[in-house]
């Protein structure tokens, strides 16, 4: 495609017009002041070149040049020198040299603003001097009338013309201006409405996130979002030592009330029990129907008698209620499993299972009931035990056959599972630290019991003995202030006191020095 020819800057093309008519102007009142004198044809043809053909080829060059505009205010400096030469060479005739520095100085200030006048003064003086140094000082001031007059209307012209060019260009710019504010309003509303548009696209992606995490009929959330949010709730419990009950209903004999009353009327069934668990669930629970007539309730930081309570009430108040039906009046209940972190499980699936085995436990029971299944406490030997909520369990073998270590023993084995029951009960942090800071003391008054009868009993490993006794109570000195600032859980504290301080000290070390408390000579039974 053909190429359209660039347009030239407005400042190149405005001078070029005014440059040719100011000079022609020029051209015209010297003609007059020098006619009938005696100027040769090469001065007539040198006034022909400046003032008619000379405007020309300033706009060639400025239309070539790399920065046209930076090289048509080079031209008008050019200019200004060039009249001076012709004033100082014509012997300063006044209205000329008046005429010619006032459209000069007038141009170069409405171009470069005042800052361009001195320099404009200095190309002017620049010019006259060079003139005079080249062909000595002539002094010529007289223009006579008709000169005088043509110069008067001249100037005037051109200055009435250059205020209507700035005020045509002021038009323009303003008009400019006017179609920029008026684009900057379109665009504005456009972008308002795009804001709009927008908020509403987001509302309506939160509308259908919303729906595709609710159950239409009752307004629950379903499945899908329940197993999302048991899973990031379930880790948020293990991360902080918190517990985690979940509580499973099935409304009983739903079947026969679709089979007598029809599908609408279990519906609005489903529909009252939606509107009491909403109404009894805190800002963090999450209420679900879990599938049919099975819903199930997530309830997070809540311990296991609280879960009871919150399942019982439950229960009995779906059992007193009438749902009305046409002319019928419709009345069941229902059974509920409760599961509770960390005792009956710690991943989804398991909690899921055991609340569900629960359940099913109270249908079999008889139904309208509230079940939970016992926390197992059935586990490994403690030497084997990794877990962080395994049960200790007291064995013949770890028997010194010294009476008061062995109670001692036997009753720091007892202070961890009551520390357990508590964590798995989910009993107050407060009550819970309370526990634990026992536990501590009992364990220091131990190790101290104990660093005194081998001591008595002369038992050669003692000093090495003490010094893991040492590093132990650190240890747990440690961890203990650790799990106070938050930066450990429940669990890893638990499995370091029962496990490593009590358990593995007593099958690792304390074996180590049995067999020499049962040697008789030493007073075994204390």
Not at 6 to 23: G, L
Not at 212 to 221: E, S
Not at 367 to 377: L, Q, S, Y
Request: hydrophobic share 45%.
């Amino acid at each position: 495609m053909e190429q359209k020819p660039k347009k030239k800057p407005w400042i190149v093309r405005t001078h070029y017009r005014m440059r040719a008519v100011s000079f022609a102007m020029l051209f015209a009142a010297i003609g007059l002041h020098i006619w009938g004198r005696a100027y040769g044809g090469a001065f007539w043809a040198l006034l022909a070149l400046q003032f008619l053909l000379y405007p020309h080829l300033q706009y060639w060059r400025a239309c070539r040049a790399g920065n046209p505009v930076a090289t048509e205010l080079n031209n008008l400096l050019i200019d200004s020198a060039l009249i001076g030469v012709w004033i100082a060479a014509l012997g300063f005739p006044l209205w000329i040299a008046f005429s010619a520095i006032i459209g000069t100085l007038f141009n170069n200030a409405g171009n470069r603003g005042l800052r361009g006048v001195p320099t404009a003064v200095l190309a002017l003086s620049g010019g006259m001097l060079a003139w005079i140094a080249l062909a000595g000082l002539k002094l010529s001031p007289d223009t006579g009338w008709p000169v005088t007059l043509f110069c008067i209307f001249g100037l005037t012209a051109y200055l009435l013309a250059m205020g209507n060019i700035g005020f045509v260009r002021n038009r323009e710019l303003r008009q400019i201006r006017e179609r920029l504010r008026q684009g900057e309003r379109v665009l504005l509303l456009a972008n308002e409405d795009l804001k709009s548009r927008l908020r509403e696209i987001d509302q309506l992606q939160a509308q259908l996130r919303e729906q595709a995490n609710r159950d239409p009929l009752t307004g629950l959330y379903n499945r899908r979002y329940l197993d999302n949010t048991l899973e990031r709730e379930l880790a948020r419990c293990k991360r902080e030592g918190l517990p985690l009950a979940l509580i499973m209903i099935d409304i009983d004999h739903f079947k026969r009330v679709n089979d007598a009353y029809g599908h609408q009327a279990g519906d609005e069934m489903l529909r009252q029990l939606g509107v009491i668990l909403s109404t009894m669930a805190r800002v963090e629970d999450v209420a679900c129907r879990y599938g049919g007539e099975e819903f199930l309730m997530l309830l997070p930081k809540m311990p296991l008698d609280t879960a009871l309570e919150r399942a019982e009430k439950l229960r009995a108040n779906f059992s007193e209620m009438t749902v009305p039906f046409g002319e019928f009046r419709l009345q069941t209940t229902l059974s509920i499993g409760v599961a509770i972190y960390p005792g009956h499980g710690k991943s989804a699936d398991a909690l899921v299972q055991c609340a569900d085995r629960a359940m099913y436990l109270a249908k079999h029971q008889g139904r309208n009931r509230v079940e939970v299944k016992a926390i197992n406490d059935e586990t490994r030997p403690a030497a084997e035990g990794g877990d962080a909520f395994v049960k200790l369990v007291w064995k013949d073998r770890f028997l010194s056959g010294h009476r008061v270590i062995d109670g001692q023993h036997r009753a720091l084995f007892d202070s961890a599972n009551e520390l357990l029951n508590a964590i798995l009960a989910g009993r107050p942090a407060v009550e819970m630290n309370s526990m634990i800071d026992t536990l501590m003391r009992d364990v220091v008054r131990h190790f101290h019991d104990e660093e005194a009868m081998l001591e008595v009993a002369a038992f050669s490993g003692t000093t090495e003995h003490t010094a893991v006794h040492r590093e132990l109570a650190a240890r747990a000195a440690v961890l203990v202030q650790r799990f106070g600032a938050g930066a450990i859980g429940l669990g890893e504290l638990f499995e370091f006191l029962a496990h490593d301080l009590i358990v593995k000290h007593v099958l690792n070390e304390d074996l180590r020095f049995f067999p020499f408390l049962r040697d008789p000579r030493w007073g075994a039974n204390g």
